[in-house]
């Protein structure tokens, strides 16, 4: 083997595996979701996860992109961990098919028919259809499905020309020798895992094995351990992306691990020493591309079967393995057959609703103790919690449209549009959090802090929002407009004290006893936690107009009713509390600032 030949194997594997990424990305760009929609609701036991892992890894043709898509649901609490077996499951059986296509690879020339299907006349002729689509015809998913048929045609070429590449190899005593070694079935296991784990893709490994096995020197005791070390090297990618997730989506990960392994294991004791004691005959037999992805796929439909009865005993295996409490972000249940009784799906809305309000606060109270003494366990909690929440907002606004088709009531489609204005208000107080989160890490990262007198008129603040969130979140659970009466007079505080902190960050500014990057910090965090305020002041609104009279002033104008309130004198129960939040949050820090 010359060094043309060794230049044309490396180009051919470069063009295999970027044909392999390009046809991956333009299945899942064609999904456009719609796979992630059918994993996170066709769940609802195992042997529907199974097929339906098989399916989706079967058109976008990786097992780490479906692994890794579990991971994210359950991070973002849309998935349970128990929901996910089946699916990773599945995944193995779904990958197998791109080493069913490269098969054609041994499809006979001499028919004249079945040549169009070889590698060697078939990716041509995908990468030019590919090509042309890709480039020059516009509109629709045209293009996506130009890059589909590209990558798969590329993908072909890339074959073709690798088994081309590696045939003089054939006839290398030291080539035969090396692959002998790789019937030690640790050896072979260490070198498929490693491989596949470099290439972070199953598929690829798997075409490249093929590609070897025209050489003649790939039998089955050679190729069996090999495709074992795949199946586990292709974890990598779900366990890199598990990192900084949640305990549950770790688990996640580990599960795809284990499966493997135990898979790979059970099946390498028994079949060496089946082999032992009875000699298989067709141990030593030469394997040819066909064979290989048959054994690829029966060994992986066996693992399923395997295991599949044990799922159970898998979760609480990686549960042992990964233990602690996982705090799961489980979302409200929007079922659709509620949308028959308006009324009950207003309901079951409304505790959506909720259930935003308290990842919001969970998010303020996390992203103010950040500031305070930075975390990365708590950030990243912080992070998981507005994924959900962010999840939920989009779950409710299209509950809410379905809801809108069906004949309301005027107070039903009332409620619907406070609904749809409420749950933004939250949303946008949790965006306000992870800002406040971002400004706590820049402060940690920079190891910058700001001066005591800063910090108490901060507490102050903080305070202050966090009970006006406090009081919003629970007159909103309850509906109670003794509650909601409380929340304006504290959020004017709110404004009292950013107003009063803005300026004297300005004269700061001005004399020079501020930096510039710590004085940005402290103007981001008030800007911030006043907007926080102004969402509550929605809310509470909100509260206040469905529980007031229809003859009541916040109900007929509320534009004319919050002018009235905030010029004083209109309302004696806003003044005494508006004095009462004055006296406790604004009072102690009414003195002189020092430096930032």
């Not at 406090?470 to 409380?486: G, H, I």
Request: hydrophobic fraction near 45%; include cysteine.
């Amino acid at each position: 083997m010359d060094i043309a030949n060794i230049v044309a194997m490396f180009g051919a594997i470069a063009t295999f595996l970027f044909g392999m990424s390009t046809m991956t990305d333009g299945l899942e760009k064609l999904s456009s979701g719609r796979l992630e929609h059918i994993l996170e609701r066709l769940t609802s036991n195992v042997f529907k996860g199974v097929l339906l892992g098989a399916v989706v890894t079967g058109l976008i043709q990786s097992s780490a992109a479906t692994t890794v898509m579990c991971v994210g649901f359950v991070n973002a609490g849309i998935m349970k961990l128990e929901q996910t077996v089946g699916i990773i499951m599945g995944a193995n059986i779904g990958t197998t098919v791109t080493a069913q296509l490269l098969r054609l690879g041994d499809i006979d020339a001499d028919n004249i028919v079945m040549m169009f299907l070889q590698p060697s006349f078939l990716g041509p002729i995908l990468a030019v259809v590919g090509i042309i689509f890709y480039m020059f015809i516009k509109g629709g998913h045209k293009r996506i499905v130009g890059q589909i048929v590209l990558g798969l045609g590329l993908l072909f070429i890339g074959m073709n020309t690798m088994s081309s590449a590696v045939e003089p190899l054939k006839n290398l005593p030291e080539f035969q020798s090396v692959f002998t070694a790789f019937s030690n079935p640790l050896l072979g296991v260490a070198v498929g895992a490693a491989v596949t784990a470099l290439l972070q893709s199953s598929s690829a490994s798997m075409g490249i094995l093929q590609a070897i096995s025209t050489t003649g020197v790939v039998s089955f005791n050679i190729a069996m351990p090999l495709i074992m070390g795949q199946n586990i090297g292709t974890c990598i990618t779900a366990l890199i992306s598990s990192v900084g997730a949640s305990k549950n989506a770790k688990r996640t990960a580990m599960i795809h691990l284990f499966f493997n392994i135990i898979g790979s294991v059970f099946f390498l004791v028994v079949l060496y020493a089946g082999n032992a004691l009875f000699r298989f005959p067709f141990w030593e037999n030469t394997m040819d591309m066909g064979s290989i992805a048959n054994l690829h796929l029966a060994f992986n439909i066996a693992c399923t079967a395997l295991l599949l009865p044990f799922h159970r005993q898998l979760v609480k295996l990686v549960k042992a393995v990964v233990p602690g409490d996982a705090e799961e972000r489980e979302l409200s249940v929007l079922d659709d057959r509620f949308l028959s009784s308006p009324s009950l799906a207003l309901e079951r809305a409304h505790d959506a609703v909720v259930q935003m309000s308290e990842f919001a606060r969970d998010n303020y109270r996390l992203a103010v103790e950040l500031i305070w003494k930075f975390d990365a366990k708590k950030l990243e909690r912080l992070n998981e919690t507005e994924v959900a929440l962010d999840k939920l907002e989009g779950l409710l606004d299209n509950y809410l449209v379905k809801l809108t088709d069906r004949a309301l009531t005027a107070e039903e489609s009332t409620r619907v549009s406070e609904l749809l204005h409420t749950l933004s208000d939250f949303e946008r107080i949790g965006d306000y959090a992870v800002n406040v989160s971002e400004s706590a890490v820049v402060l940690h990262d920079r190891n910058i802090t700001f001066s005591p007198q800063a910090r108490a008129e901060l507490e102050r603040l903080t305070a202050a929002v966090g009970e006006t969130l406090d009081k919003t979140v629970a007159c909103y659970q309850s509906r109670q407009r003794t509650l909601a009466v409380q929340v304006e007079p504290l959020e004017e505080v709110v404004d009292l004290i950013a107003a009063t902190l803005k300026n004297r960050h300005v004269e700061r500014l001005k004399a020079g006893e501020c930096t510039i990057e710590l004085g940005t910090q402290f103007l981001e965090l008030l800007i911030n936690l006043e907007r926080m305020s102004d969402h509550c002041s929605n809310v509470a609104l909100h509260i206040l107009r469905q529980t007031s009279s229809p003859d009541d002033k916040v109900r007929i104008d509320s534009h004319a009713y919050m002018h009235e309130l905030h010029h004083g004198g209109f309302n004696q129960e806003f003044d005494d509390l508006f004095q009462e939040y004055r006296t406790k949050y604004f009072q102690p820090i009414a003195g002189d600032p020092e430096r930032v």
